[in-house]
């Protein structure tokens, strides 16, 4: 099975002549936003001075011993059933046996067999609108390990002469999500992680953030025939610092398999390496250097039990997700998906949005203003939306005024720039000094004569034909109403009155 | 005072007729006579051990009243004790200063107990006799000629020779009951889960547990109340409030079932060591026990069945001694090198051997004809003992085959695999499981007679019962105060 895209309007991969498809899987590790580490009682948070927050226990000191984080545990769960994962009623820690100066204890607290989670599908949008998803196979709960850093040139251990370990970060709650091979393009791949990223942070499970490493991702990646049932041989990538990384990382190594294909080479199953500052990837090992882990279950450890009735309640916990959200803002709302994810992915602007709509419906026009000038005023002074003066109560207002004709567009701008200054309510602004737009008849048609009577030339021009001219000439009736007057009412009431006095 | 019990020097202590640091001075006076020849101890704390004497002092002026108040303890080497070496009896772990102080040894200093030192060790725990101490030798008390038994060869050492009142051991296969009938003390291993192991250095995690070397039941009993009971920092702990077995000791084992081995069979050991078993059994009847034959079919597999899961556990357990953060290093070209350098030059033949073997039963490709069918078996002998607790209280049987060997008597690994037999099942089970003395036997060749250990063996967290009929036992035979040490008491000349 592939990703379900709902568009097949994609340029197609040749290589020689015939056309194939990419094939992706993505393997992710996610720090989760604990208070505290995952085995012992050390604090877990993100740039401290090194080797503070560490024990016994995180350093792997001779006879210290893990007891499980139960908080962990139950973030992990809650974010496999944001996806429609099973949850196994027996789960277990494994040991994952290598030799790393990082690893304090030479081996990670991991899960071989028995994951907390089982399968699962990530829905995603991309911006040409198409929907898609991609399964999970699993995701389970492991220890991060120490953070080195080599001193070689290349940053890498081969040929440093020291290395400096910072163990803060051993022990961290390491969740890895491993999907199936549904990813079809690099866009596939962005649009994947951005949705996991986005039910990550609305469920408090990490902060998601590359940049600090909190979520670091592998992706599988091999090319065939379209129409073949067996995948090629695959390169697994890796060093990937950003989403947009992620993206670049996958178009390079696409060329670089399609070069290898086209030159009657054959791909050798390999890890590589990123690198940003040459865009390119290197080769890291192959297969032949593969590690047997020696997993077994962790002695130190019991095994994990779940009742059904803690998944019920953790599954209630979880609240509205994000792609539901997004569901009812694209389908319902008929929001373009990049409004969507913007809404949905700003901290409180969703919630925002919806208190609004809620007071007056219209969630295209409440959209408008958000994304629009509201996101621009918040930009400008890094006030997020939802704590500015203008409240939902206002904007609300704002809208029906729009909405009702009271006021146009113009007039609306420049209220919300004196709402978000000052804050106070729309209508009783309008009402006080008499901003309303003017769509009363009689009102408009004393405004058309003083404007005729003043441009006799004009409105002669516009009886001998020349109706160009009929802009300039509400534009003169805005001018006298100070832009209150209805531009559609007042264009009408021209036409009408040119007629009449002809 | 240095030679009475745990329970009549914390009396004595807490009555004030005699200080702790009094007899921490005492204590130590007779390490600095006696050790020279037993080699009990790797390192003596004097000065720790003056600094908690003071302390107990204080409090019991305060009126407090301390269960342990002024006792000397020996702790074995594979425990933690912050700020003093803690070596494992490894060159990888020499002159490693312990940062934490493990729980169980925590417990027993909160309760009043004066660290002595810390005592000798096959390495990493892996051994029966001691001899694989990379760090020092430890002579069996009773004859110096022959070793004290292992691997807490050096705990046992010193209470047989009463360079320590109690001792802790720890107990994989038979590491506190083999040594403790070698040398004629009380060795008790209990439940698994029953006492923390934080700060236990682990040899085989499902296996390890932590007990009590005592001169009598009564005060293994004190002890093992006092290390018991869940702890946080453990999380193999059993969440369950331990019954003080204390106020449950007996005077007879009437209405009490004791349980016979059938493939156990008496008929394979030596007359001499086969008289003094049938003895024992008999002295249990006459106690009013009643004794049934139980069988243990699977019992047989015990030492194949460890000799996969302990290497298994050990060779990822000792990953860590690497060479990166603490202990030994010896540098190499590259990292890769100075991992293979350091962990050649610091650990020992036997030590290396188990890693192998373990690294080999969890390859991949062979991990499930070892480890998996290792643990199949370990389910199969544990079922045994259950079928076997339906028809008795306790299982009685010798704790080893024969009283302590000679040094470099057991060159041969197998043959000293083969020293586990009796007690390494119960391990399997994770059961609670003692040896108290009962008898002696003069072995072939031997100037001396030497100790023998009666094993007793209960089901899971049957601690409190188990020790009421040992100490039911031991009241009625009195072997541990039969005959004196000779090569201590009165030394005999030069051999």
């Known amino acids: 099975m592939s990703a379900t895209v709902e568009s097949a309007a994609k340029p197609a991969l040749l290589v020689n002549g015939v056309p194939y498809e990419v094939v992706m899987g993505i393997e992710c590790h996610v720090e989760l936003k604990t208070e505290t580490k995952m085995f012992c009682g050390c604090r877990n948070v993100f740039g401290a001075e090194p080797n503070t927050n560490v024990c016994p226990v995180c350093l792997g000191m001779p006879g210290a011993l893990p007891v499980p984080n139960e908080k962990a545990i139950e973030l992990v769960v809650k974010a496999g059933l944001a996806f429609g994962a099973e949850i196994p009623a027996f789960s277990k820690f494994d040991r994952k046996n290598y030799f790393y100066p990082d690893m304090p204890k030479d081996y990670q607290i991991s899960q071989f067999d028995m994951p907390l989670t089982q399968g699962g599908v990530v829905p995603f949008w991309l911006g040409d609108g198409t929907h898609g998803s991609c399964r999970l196979t699993r995701i389970h709960l492991e220890e991060d390990t120490g953070k080195s850093t080599h001193a070689s040139h290349d940053g890498r251990i081969a040929g440093s002469t020291y290395s400096l370990v910072d163990f803060n970060r051993a022990g961290v709650p390491l969740m890895e999500c491993v999907s199936e091979p549904d990813i079809r393009s690099g866009a596939q791949a962005v649009a994947f992680l951005e949705s996991l990223k986005r039910t990550f942070v609305a469920l408090g499970i990490s902060d998601v953030k590359m940049e600090e490493g909190s979520l670091r991702c592998d992706v599988n990646l091999s090319l065939r025939p379209i129409g073949r049932a067996e995948y090629g041989t695959k390169t697994e990538i890796k060093n990937m610092n950003s989403f947009n990384s992620v993206g670049r990382a996958i178009e390079s190594e696409v060329a670089r398999q399609v070069a290898v294909l086209e030159g009657g080479g054959r791909i050798v199953q390999e890890t590589r390496g990123w690198d940003e500052a040459n865009g390119g990837t290197h080769s890291m090992r192959n297969k032949e250097e593969a590690h047997d882990y020696r997993y077994f279950p962790d002695p130190d450890l019991t095994p994990i039990e779940f009742a059904s009735a803690d998944v019920t309640r953790m599954r209630a916990e979880l609240g509205t997700l994000p792609a539901e959200i997004l569901t009812r803002l694209i389908s319902s709302d008929k929001l373009r998906p990049e409004q969507a994810h913007q809404m949905v992915d700003s901290p409180g602007l969703f919630a925002y949005f919806s208190d609004v709509v809620e007071r007056c419906g219209k969630p295209q026009a409440v959209v408008n203003f958000v994304l629009g000038d509201l996101s621009r005023l918040a930009n400008e002074s890094s006030t997020p939306v939802p704590e500015s003066n203008v409240t939902p109560e206002a904007l609300a207002e704002l809208v029906g005024l729009v909405e009702a004709k009271t006021i146009n567009s113009k007039t609306a701008k420049e209220l919300l720039t004196r709402l978000w200054a000052k804050g106070g309510s729309p209508n009783a602004i309008v009402a006080a000094e008499g901003l309303g737009q003017v769509s009363d008849t009689g009102a408009i048609d004393a405004i058309v004569a003083e404007v005729l009577a003043a441009n006799e030339k004009t409105a002669a021009d516009y009886r001998a034909g020349k109706t160009k001219v009929l802009g300039f000439l509400v534009g003169q009736v805005m001018k006298q109403s100070r832009g209150t007057a209805n531009p559609t009412l007042a264009e009408e009431r021209l036409r009408a009155l040119l007629d009449v006095c002809g | 005072m240095v030679d009475a019990t745990a329970i009549e020097i914390a009396r004595a202590v807490n009555a004030r007729e005699i200080s702790a640091a009094d007899l921490a001075g005492r204590a130590l006076a007779r390490i600095a006579e006696r050790d020279g020849e037993i080699g009990a101890y790797l390192a003596v704390t004097g000065e720790l051990a003056r600094r908690h004497a003071e302390r107990v002092d204080a409090a019991v002026r305060d009126g407090k009243s301390l269960p342990l108040a002024g006792v000397p303890l020996a702790i074995k080497d594979n425990m933690c004790l912050t700020g003093t070496p803690t070596t494992c009896a490894s060159k990888i772990l020499d002159g490693w200063i312990a940062p934490y102080t493990s729980t169980a040894v925590q417990r027993l200093l909160d309760a009043g107990a004066i660290p002595l030192g810390k005592t000798n060790l096959d390495e990493f725990a892996m051994g029966s006799s001691c001899e694989n101490s990379a760090l020092g030798k430890t002579a069996n008390p009773w004859d110096r000629g022959r070793v004290p038994g292992g691997s807490s060869g050096g705990s046992v050492a010193a209470v047989a020779a009463g360079e320590a009142t109690v001792a802790t051991g720890s107990d994989t296969g038979g590491s506190i009951r083999e040594p403790a009938a070698f040398c004629n003390v009380v060795g008790f291993k209990p439940t698994y889960g029953r006492v923390s192991r934080y700060g236990l250095i682990a040899f085989a995690s499902s296996l390890d547990q932590i007990g009590p070397i005592t001169k009598t039941v009564a005060d293994a009993a004190l002890v093992y109340d006092l290390m018991a009971g869940r702890d946080p920092m453990d999380a193999t702990t059993v969440d369950l409030v331990p019954e003080p077995a204390l106020p449950a000791l007996r005077a007879d084992l009437r209405g009490v079932r004791i349980g016979i081995v059938k493939e156990f069979g008496l008929e394979k050991l030596d007359p001499g060591v086969r008289a003094v078993y049938e003895r024992a059994y008999a002295d249990l009847q006459k106690l009013g026990a009643d004794l049934v034959e139980v069988a243990l079919p699977t019992a047989d597999y015990g030492i194949a069945t460890y000799y996969l899961i302990a290497p298994a556990e050990c060779s ?180």
């Open chain 2, 316 to 495: 990822s357990n000792l990953a860590r001694f690497d060479g990166m953060r603490y202990g030994l290093r010896v540098e190499g070209a590259d990292v890769g090198s100075t991992y293979e350098r350091t962990r050649a030059a610091g650990f020992g033949d036997e030590v290396k051997r188990r890693i192998l073997i373990g690294t080999y039963a969890l390859s991949s490709g062979y991990y499930d004809a070892y480890y998996v069918r290792a643990q199949k078996a370990r389910t199969l002998i544990a079922d045994d003992f259950r079928r076997a607790f339906a028809s008795c209280d306790a299982i009685a049987c010798p704790a080893a085959a024969s009283p302590a060997f000679e040094f470099n008597a057991k060159a041969d690994p197998v043959s000293m695999y083969l020293m586990d037999y009796y007690t390494i099942p119960m391990s399997l089970a994770g059961l609670p499981s003692l040896s108290v003395p009962c008898g002696y036997v003069i072995p072939e060749g031997g100037r001396y007679p030497m100790p023998l250990g009666l094993e007793l063996s209960g089901p899971l967290f049957a601690e409190r019962s188990l020790l009421g009929i040992a100490h039911a036992y031991e009241r009625a035979t009195l072997h541990a105060q039969a005959r004196a040490i000779p090569e201590i008491v009165a030394p005999v000349g030069a051999a």
